[in-house]
């Protein structure tokens, strides 16, 4: 089966019987992109990562890299973990509690030459947005603050593939969606494939490009997370878990008597908020709840609410009285939560234009973490 998207960088098989009731045996192709895979509790998502890492060893099966072989036995290929540049961030990642947040994010760059190194630790750490704490010893940081230090320091050896598995399922809102806009800033600036773990799939379709669904062990379904969860029983949690659409962009402008606010979305429109007390240029983290957002099949003249864009639908996704609309707009997904009934009403189907609209006032505006 030819999957579209960007060549593949990492191009892997791997198969191992996990035990008696379990055998993982997946192909996964990535590019230059967010793949995420998703899938039941026990599914192999975390034995799939840990089989492309190195950290367990597939009984057959083949792994490359940028083109480079890591594990192919009928070539009697083995590369060991230390040398196969994967980057790898986890749930619970321990920094090393003896060095501060500097020593962390440089500790895989100790081979290098000290004013390289530093320059390295300088430019990942503005990445993930703590570059004010490279100074700080790791005890006093938050989860949120601590998972970003854990993704600097994946980050800092320029690894070729960076698997994360499921890294922001203890860290409250706000910390989740600092993570996630940083980890699509550092796909965009590294241009690293990123393999990415989640139960979320509010998560899957607004951070992942392609999505490679498990269960028991084999993939049963991939492509675009809207449309391969909006087939698969998936799409009652998003129900469950409350749709908030969050996106980084930044201040571009004020109302000339301050009562208004433009922001420029990255990859994306323009949006109008409440007044925003911060200078233009500040980067901020945008947050609109799904169930704050109208929709309309085409655009509507007289109206107060000072945002409407416009869209093509990707997905619809009902699951008894209620259901969650996945609307493009320029990069942008956006998800809409409706009543069931909502989308026969106007119209609306993948393919459709439909118009979203947003009223200032539920646009929530908060500085990012720098
Ligand atoms: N080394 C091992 N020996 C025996 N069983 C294992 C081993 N590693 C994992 N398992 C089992 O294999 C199954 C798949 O585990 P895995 O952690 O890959 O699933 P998962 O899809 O990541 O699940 P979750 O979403 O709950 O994290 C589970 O039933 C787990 O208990």
Same mark, same amino acid.
């Given at each position: 089966?030819?999957?579209?998207?960007?060549?593949?960088?990492?191009? &892997?098989?791997?198969?191992? +019987?996990?035990?008696?009731? /379990?055998?993982?045996?997946?192909?996964? %192709?990535? $590019?230059?992109?967010?793949?995420?895979?998703?899938?039941?509790?026990?599914?192999?998502?975390s034995t799939l990562l840990r089989l492309i890492a190195g950290l367990s060893r597939p009984d057959s099966g083949r792994v490359t890299l940028a083109g480079q072989p890591l594990f192919d036995p009928l070539r009697g290929v083995d590369v060991p973990l230390r040398r196969r540049r994967v980057g790898m961030i986890f749930q619970d990642d321990l920094l090393f509690p003896h060095l501060d947040v500097a020593g962390n994010v440089g500790f895989g760059l100790r081979g290098e030459p000290r004013a390289g190194r530093e320059r390295r630790v300088?430019?990942?750490?503005?990445?993930?947005?703590? &570059?004010?704490?490279?100074? +700080?010893?790791?005890?006093? /940081?938050?989860?949120?603050?601590?998972? %970003?230090? $854990?993704?600097?320091?994946?980050?800092?050896?320029r690894p070729r593939l960076l698997l994360c598995d499921e890294p922001v399922s203890a860290l409250?809102?706000?910390?989740?969606?600092?993570?996630?806009?940083?980890?699509?800033?550092?796909?965009?600036?590294?241009?690293?494939?990123?393999?990415?773990?989640?139960?979320?799939p509010a998560e899957a379709i607004t951070l992942g490009t392609h999505l490679f669904l498990l269960e028991a062990g084999r993939l049963v379904a991939q492509g675009p997370p809207a449309e391969v969860l909006a087939a698969s029983r998936s799409a009652e949690f998003l129900h469950l878990e409350g749709v908030r659409n969050a996106f980084s962009g930044c201040i571009a402008e004020h109302g000339e008597r301050r009562e208004w606010t433009r922001l420029a979305l990255d990859g994306g429109p323009s949006l109008i908020a409440a007044f925003v007390d911060l200078p233009p240029g500040t980067r901020v983290a945008v947050e609109v709840a799904g169930d704050e957002i109208l929709l309309a099949s085409g655009p509507i003249a007289g109206l107060s609410a000072r945002n409407q864009?416009?869209?093509?639908v990707e997905a619809i996704a009902s699951h008894g009285r209620e259901a969650e609309i996945v609307v493009r707009s320029g990069e942008l997904r956006w998800l809409v939560s409706t009543l069931d009934s909502t989308p026969d009403a106007l119209g609306l189907s993948p393919g459709r234009d439909a118009y979203l609209i947003i009223k200032a006032r539920s646009v929530r505006v908060e500085r990012s973490a720098t």
């Amino acid at each position: 089966m030819s999957v579209p998207g960007p060549p593949p960088i990492l191009d &892997a098989r791997v198969v191992r +019987r996990v035990h008696a009731g /379990l055998t993982v045996d997946v192909s996964i %192709r990535l $590019g230059d992109e967010i793949g995420v895979v998703f899938g039941p509790s026990g599914a192999g998502k975390s034995t799939l990562l840990r089989l492309i890492a190195g950290l367990s060893r597939p009984d057959s099966g083949r792994v490359t890299l940028a083109g480079q072989p890591l594990f192919d036995p009928l070539r009697g290929v083995d590369v060991p973990l230390r040398r196969r540049r994967v980057g790898m961030i986890f749930q619970d990642d321990l920094l090393f509690p003896h060095l501060d947040v500097a020593g962390n994010v440089g500790f895989g760059l100790r081979g290098e030459p000290r004013a390289g190194r530093e320059r390295r630790v300088q430019e990942v750490a503005a990445l993930c947005g703590i &570059a004010s704490l490279l100074g +700080r010893p790791v005890e006093t /940081l938050s989860g949120g603050e601590r998972q %970003r230090v $854990g993704l600097a320091r994946a980050l800092a050896p320029r690894p070729r593939l960076l698997l994360c598995d499921e890294p922001v399922s203890a860290l409250d809102l706000p910390g989740r969606r600092t993570l996630l806009d940083r980890l699509r800033g550092v796909q965009r600036a590294e241009g690293v494939p990123i393999l990415y773990v989640t139960h979320s799939p509010a998560e899957a379709i607004t951070l992942g490009t392609h999505l490679f669904l498990l269960e028991a062990g084999r993939l049963v379904a991939q492509g675009p997370p809207a449309e391969v969860l909006a087939a698969s029983r998936s799409a009652e949690f998003l129900h469950l878990e409350g749709v908030r659409n969050a996106f980084s962009g930044c201040i571009a402008e004020h109302g000339e008597r301050r009562e208004w606010t433009r922001l420029a979305l990255d990859g994306g429109p323009s949006l109008i908020a409440a007044f925003v007390d911060l200078p233009p240029g500040t980067r901020v983290a945008v947050e609109v709840a799904g169930d704050e957002i109208l929709l309309a099949s085409g655009p509507i003249a007289g109206l107060s609410a000072r945002n409407q864009l416009g869209g093509t639908v990707e997905a619809i996704a009902s699951h008894g009285r209620e259901a969650e609309i996945v609307v493009r707009s320029g990069e942008l997904r956006w998800l809409v939560s409706t009543l069931d009934s909502t989308p026969d009403a106007l119209g609306l189907s993948p393919g459709r234009d439909a118009y979203l609209i947003i009223k200032a006032r539920s646009v929530r505006v908060e500085r990012s973490a720098t």
